[in-house]
């Protein structure tokens, strides 16, 4: 196994800081001593050879941008084999990716980039649509593999779970996978929480398995990570390694506590959790009054008001420039306060590591309220601190708001991580998943668990596992399922199926329901025996024809003495609901395609079940077509119905962003929302 490694610059990184500190107090240095530490960007030096360099280090796919001497050691080092690269985020690690494909684009035909989030998908896809759309399509899930299969040279931008379909799969199993970047390879590290549901984890690692024996060149791409083992794989890989950081950051005490005040520079306010969000808002509320309206955007206003609720706290803080960004906050919105805050608006934003871990945005100031998990995601929130600007260089601003966080600060602190893959022993909680998707060997209990599964399938249902195993099933999913077959395909109830489905053969906590408890709304009384809400979101967000306004609705139509509060949680429980749809309930679908691809479902008979089934097909957009590919760029249901039909007009046009472009000049561009319309508009402005 080749496996060398370049550690890069450690021992430099105090002098270097130092260095940095004078640049950002805009004193000039000798370029002698900025090329001796790695700072070669800054240099302001005008030789011949300076310039030489210089015009070597030329970027191919942007020529207003100079590598560092070590981004193209990087792409030199990739052009002759595998490459893993740990380095902070100012280093550009994605841009080297880019870089490279820019400098191979007559052999590269078919390139996977693999992300965790759709946020991360979303942001790559546009850079590759700016950089590459004359030579490539992009592509972000099924419907849009099968709408430009003719198409012989595609980038396919894609979340782990996207690479695992059926047809991803057979695509790339049918072509050469010319060149595979994994970002944020951190995400496949073992976890040692066994209570801890690790069934993305296992997906993740099975996207990593399928690259590393079908990709032609690989890269992989992660901060703070000081080594990694590749022992199982043997994969021939090289090891980049530097603490190399081109941004210059302060930590800093705050003077005052009202922050959100101080409205001159942007900045986002990290919290552990959407909950911790949500009582942050409850106690600022009464202080909100105090800031003043910024210059914001009336109509986004309005419609999150038609669509959603007059109430909503969302409003208020938008009203103040302020953006509230989490898990549970819908797409279309997080996309919204991303791009205002970019180049608008929005000059704060309350945020988890959702919008720290899921986009490349950088801010040039972060206040940490919360302490976080580990030493590692604080070095990563501090990372997105610091944008990278040559000629107007900017301090980063980071203030710590409790003593726990100081003594946690350690940036010199990387993680040696552990690939689960990689470890020959079963390490996760789902370890009938973990042997079978990763090819490792089960102990006797787990070996045990497997073939009692796989002999009801064969000998009741006539089916084996490998098809199992082609469409990604959960096993734990499946045997649930076995265990409840006849009760939920046979039952005449959709309420009673859904809730079959979502309780008994779904494994994992339900976060929605702890919003659903009745003790914490005002209007509770102590005598009351229930203990929780006489409304269910999930079901209802299905069967509604008027989305998410239609359930807040029905909510305040059952307890019309609801306050403010009231309304604002069951909001939240709402989005949280729309969340466990989409990613939860959801893992019945593959279920029901097994036995359905082999008619065992009675069209009659089972007819109640097979309707709930396309209920969350339908919810999810999982059935595919544009739904899927207009709902990830972040258009709202309601612009999704107006599109689908509209552009289809524009299938001559080559990928789905010249098609978008369009719209902007058709009948029904004034009848979409604001935030479709700002999508268009960011398109055809890019």
């Not at 309780?503 to 005598?527: A, M, R």
Request: proline share 3%; hydrophobic share 35%.
């Amino acid at each position: 196994m080749e496996s060398k490694t370049y550690i890069h610059g450690h021992n430099k990184k105090e002098i270097r800081t130092k260095a940095l500190e004078e640049i950002y107090n805009h004193k000039e240095l000798p370029s002698s001593i900025l090329d001796t530490l790695n700072l070669d960007v800054y240099s302001k030096a005008n030789s011949f050879y300076d310039r030489l360099n210089r015009a070597m280090n030329k970027s191919f796919v942007d020529n207003k941008i100079i590598l560092s001497n070590e981004q193209v050691e990087c792409i030199e080092m990739l052009s002759k084999g595998n490459l893993f690269i740990s380095a902070p985020t100012s280093f550009g690690k994605t841009f080297i990716a880019l870089e490279y494909i820019s400098r191979h684009i007559e052999t590269l035909n078919n390139i996977v980039f693999i992300v965790p989030t759709i946020s991360l998908m979303n942001e790559i896809r546009k850079k590759c649509f700016h950089y590459f759309s004359d030579e490539y399509v992009c592509i972000t899930s099924e419907a849009e593999l099968d709408k430009n299969l003719d198409n012989s040279k595609k980038i396919m931008i894609l979340v782990p779970e996207r690479i695992n379909t059926k047809k991803i799969r057979e695509y790339l199993n049918d072509v050469s996978i010319d060149f595979a970047v994994y970002d944020e390879i951190y995400k496949l590290n073992v976890t040692m929480d066994i209570d801890k549901d690790n069934s993305r984890l296992i997906i993740m690692n099975q996207t990593y398995k399928y690259l590393i024996e079908n990709a032609k060149k690989l890269l992989l791409l992660g901060p703070f990570i000081k080594d990694v083992s590749f022992e199982r794989s043997n994969i021939k890989i090289k090891k980049y390694i530097t603490n190399l950081n081109l941004v210059y950051n302060e930590i800093k005490n705050l003077d005052n506590d009202n922050y959100l005040n101080n409205n001159t520079k942007k900045q986002f306010v990290y919290f552990k959790s959407p909950k911790s969000i949500t009582n942050y808002l409850k106690d600022y509320e009464k202080n909100l009054n105090i800031l003043k309206d910024v210059d914001y955007d009336n109509e986004i206003v309005k419609w999150m008001i038609e669509n959603v609720h007059k109430d909503w706290d969302y409003i208020d803080f938008l009203k103040k420039g302020i953006g509230i960004h989490h898990g549970n906050t819908p797409i279309f919105l997080r996309k919204y306060i991303e791009e205002e805050y970019s180049n608008g608006f929005i000059k704060t934003i309350l945020c988890t590591s959702t919008l720290i871990e899921g986009i490349n945005t950088p801010t040039n100031k972060l206040i940490v309220y919360d302490t976080p998990r580990s030493v590692f995601e604080l070095n990563n929130l501090i990372g997105r601190v610091g944008r990278l600007n040559i000629n107007s260089p900017t301090k980063g601003e980071i203030y710590f708001l409790t003593e726990e966080t100081k003594e946690m600060y350690s940036p010199d602190e990387w993680i040696e991580l552990n690939i689960l893959y990689e470890q020959e022993e079963l390490l996760s909680s789902n370890k009938e998943d973990e042997a079978l998707y990763l090819e490792k060997k089960p102990d006797m209990d787990v070996n045990s668990s497997i073939d009692n599964v796989k002999r009801q399938l064969k000998d009741i249902f006539h089916i084996e596992y490998k098809e199992v195993l082609e469409l990604g099933i959960e096993f734990n999913v499946l045997k649930k399922f076995l265990e409840k077959y006849n009760e939920v395909i046979d039952n005449k109830s959709d309420f009673k199926i859904i809730n079959l489905i979502k309780f008994d053969i779904i494994p994992g906590k339900k976060q929605y329901l702890s919003g659903l408890k009745i003790k914490k709304y005002s209007f509770w009384e102590e005598e009351s025996e229930e203990e929780y809400l006489e409304i269910d979101p999930v079901y209802l967000l299905l069967v509604s024809t008027s989305g998410i306004k239609g359930v807040i609705d029905r909510f305040e139509q059952k307890y019309p003495g609801a306050n403010k509060a009231d309304i604002n949680l069951f909001i939240d429980t709402v989005f949280k609901a729309d969340e466990f749809i989409k990613f939860q309930l959801s893992k019945i679908i593959p279920v029901f395609t097994l036995f359905d691809n082999y008619n065992l479902l009675d069209k009659e008979k089972n007819k109640t079940f097979i309707q709930c089934v396309h209920l969350i097909e339908a919810y999810g957009n999982i059935a595919e077509g544009y739904e899927r590919i207009l709902e990830d760029m972040g258009f709202p249901n309601e612009d999704i119905l107006l599109i689908i039909n509209e552009i289809q007009k524009y299938e001559t046009e080559v990928g789905t962003e010249r098609k978008i472009m369009k719209l902007i000049d058709s009948r029904i561009y004034d009848k979409l929302s604001p935030f479709g319309k700002r999508i268009i508009e960011s398109y055809n402005n890019y």
